[in-house]
């Protein structure tokens, strides 16, 4: 269930967080990281 829509809706929220923080590269890493 979770992994289901973690891909997808992450992404775009990960895509939205690493812009508002302007670090596409840090905002990755940490969602990254919290999936993992």
Known sequence: MYRH???K???AY???FAWRCK???VG???FYT???
Request: charged share 35%; hydrophobic share 35%.
């Open 5 to 7: 829509v973690s891909k």
């Open 9 to 11: 809706y992450l992404q």
């Open 14 to 16: 990960a895509d939205e």
């Open 23 to 25: 670090y596409r590269s």
């Open 28 to 30: 990755n890493r940490i």
């Open 34 to 36: 919290l999936l993992k």
